[in-house]
């Protein structure tokens, strides 16, 4: 499956963005999908991670109760709303697709994924 996240921009502490990852080339319902991202100097960290249906999600303690994951199959589109943006969200931001049975804090680690967006900036400013 081919994965194209887009969103990304500048915003200011306190604000809101939403990113898309949209899946072309397999049945996206397929897959659990995972958000994870790179600030700069640090490795890659997960966000989140929704199940094929859309019904489970999870979060990274430092995202959780401001960001928020979805799903349209119809649409082969995952999202990643974020609110109260913080400075350290400035990141990289990644959508991942993987054939691994969802469970909530599984499929956490990047390895676990089989496809990877090609990623999208997210700066916040204070």
């Known amino acids: 499956v081919q994965l194209q996240a887009c969103g990304g921009g500048l915003a200011q502490a306190g604000g809101s963005l939403r990113l898309s990852c949209a899946a072309s080339g397999r049945t996206f319902s397929n897959y659990a999908m995972g958000w994870f991202r790179r600030a700069p100097g640090k490795e890659r960290d997960l966000v989140g991670t929704i199940s094929r249906s859309g019904t489970g999600t999870y979060y990274a303690d430092s995202v959780k109760g401001r960001f928020t994951i979805s799903r349209n199959n119809a649409k082969n589109t995952v999202y990643l709303q974020m609110n109260s943006l913080k400075p350290e969200d400035t990141a990289v931001y990644y959508c991942?697709?993987?054939?691994?049975?969802?469970?909530?804090?599984?499929?956490?680690?990047?390895?676990?994924?089989?496809?990877w967006g090609q990623g999208t900036l997210v700066t916040v400013s204070s």
């Open positions: 991942a697709a993987t054939t691994r049975l969802w469970r909530a804090g599984s499929s956490t680690a990047g390895r676990e994924y089989d496809y």
